[in-house]
């Protein structure tokens, strides 16, 4: 994206970090992380972390590793929802246990995180410093894990009484969670006060939800070719995103059936999916979900609102916009 | 046992500590967690920490928590293992991807080690000292997941060249690095110099390689009702034991087939398993195992000799030997 082309030479320097810690390890375990990391993608949360370091005035190179660490927390969930979810393609290629089988896939996530946790006991801060970051992105990685295994207990307790509250809170931690760290740790890092470490905190946490909540919009709208996923695979894989649990609160008895049946089949079939497609769009469940996002959005810039003008300002403030009108 | 009575109120709080941290999380994510870690287990890594805590010097208490941490890493490992190895039964109970499925079995596991690092950045310790503490921790728990993915490269790519020396060093990080780490955190936190620290690390690995060859022996020679998981089951899964990397090369080549072909085709058939435990049986496979451990439970016992006699270390020398004495 334009507006943050000037932190292009440090996000290369996160990607090359990412890869050298690897390359460093032993192939039999590591070997399969390199070319999964190159697949890219969109790199947000790292983007997310050297901005705010900027905001609050910090120097780029500082949030370099912990923005690094983030990232491959990142990579780190996905090599695992995909396990969890049985996604089928991740950034247009095959997902990790379909490349490699779960046993390698799922031990290659394990390392990944464990290397990750690794860095953090060597980054080079003063111990309490060091000791008060971990301390955030422990809280803020638990708050992605759990909200994945709420989720993943909705799926398999078949709850469809899932409240737009819950459904948010569920998100709050599986996605926002970790762009709020993002934005946290690098103010942190760049020596943010608290208030402008909480504001920044909240921006991603606001962005994040919408991101989410975008996401799920172009799972059932998007293309193959731009998403890179699957389309509709959050239908077959019986995921209660904002569009379905509107719908469920809209829809008629029968086409409630019809739409539950569908999620609980866990079916890939075309026909399925293209019927629950058709319940979310004239039920206004796909619009819905647009608005909530772009409420959201909203929230997030408010957020930062009182903030010097600055570049890395006005970069955040384009994500935000970004985020929404994004189609992969 | 006997030999480590007098630290039993603490091995009580270490369990206690662990169920009051996961009872007091998200029933949804971490409810699955409290009875298999209640399913016991023989909670030696905890054991190990408290008495090396008390060897040099340290006052129980001082371990509970570091050997809680561990013993929470130990139990994440055995439900990724169980996963990754298709495992039936674990203490005796169903594996607990077998009870609640695959995505909510991994994802618990990631709960676990996640809840895990958070205990590791708050424990009350100079900041300084409690990051030393952790990247003993980070560079032990990589060395175990490391192993546990040089032996699933094994299996996925076919190799049967596996030498002696390739076996040790994968049980080196798979078994051992837990158990050093178990030794050489209590004797840090126990105030020990960095000789004794060293000193009973080496104990711990060692005792610890001796305790993964034992347990390989017992998967072919035990019985269900005191070894609480499937015999046979290491042939079902395709692992490169000691035995197997012996039996190999003594051999002839038709036998080494059979072996092979069985090993490769993860079968479940009684018939099959009964084939490769007699060859393991005519070959001396089992017997050459039986003294390997003996002579790395010897070397355990040999690193803490000159330690000043007391009764924490009378039970470290009394837990090596019932390491290969064991049959559960």
Not at 142 to 153: A, I, M, P, T, Y
């Amino acid at each position: 994206m334009e507006s943050y082309s000037h932190i292009t030479p440090y996000l290369r320097s996160v990607e090359q970090l990412m890869e050298s810690r690897l390359e460093a390890e032993d192939k039999m375990v590591y070997g399969l992380l390199v070319p999964f990391l190159r697949r890219g993608g969109k790199r947000i949360r790292p983007v997310l972390s050297l901005l705010s370091c900027g905001a609050v005035g910090g120097q780029y190179e500082a949030a370099i590793e912990p923005a690094a660490i983030i990232e491959m927390f990142h990579n780190f969930t996905l090599i695992h929802d995909d396990i969890e979810d049985d996604s089928q393609f991740r950034r247009g290629e095959p997902a990790l246990q379909m490349a490699y089988g779960v046993p390698m896939a799922l031990n290659s996530g394990d390392a990944l995180y464990t290397l990750l946790w690794r860095e953090l006991t060597k980054l080079k801060l003063r111990p309490a410093k060091l000791v008060a970051l971990q301390t955030m992105y422990a809280d803020a990685f638990k708050r992605v894990v759990d909200g994945q295994g709420v989720e993943l207990s909705w799926i398999r307790g078949g709850r469809f009484d899932v409240s737009e509250d819950e459904y948010l809170a569920m998100i709050g931690g599986k996605t926002a969670a970790l762009m709020g760290l993002s934005c946290e740790a690098g103010a942190f890092i760049g020596g943010a006060g608290k208030r402008a470490g909480k504001a920044l905190r909240q921006y991603g946490e606001s962005l994040g939800a919408a991101f989410q909540i975008q996401d799920d919009v172009l799972n059932v709208t998007g293309s193959f070719e731009k998403y890179q996923k699957e389309i509709g695979g959050d239908i077959s894989e019986g995921k209660r995103t904002l569009m379905v649990v509107h719908c469920l609160s809209k829809a008629g008895e029968a086409e409630r059936k019809r739409l539950m049946g569908v999620l609980s089949s866990h079916s890939r079939k075309q026909e399925d999916i293209n019927d629950v497609i058709g319940l979310l769009q004239k039920h206004g469940s796909v619009e819905y979900a647009r608005k909530r996002a772009a409420s959201l959005v909203g929230k997030a810039k408010r957020s930062i609102a009182r903030f010097p003008d600055n570049k890395d300002k006005t970069a955040l403030l384009a994500i935000a916009d970004y985020v929404i009108k994004r189609d992969r």
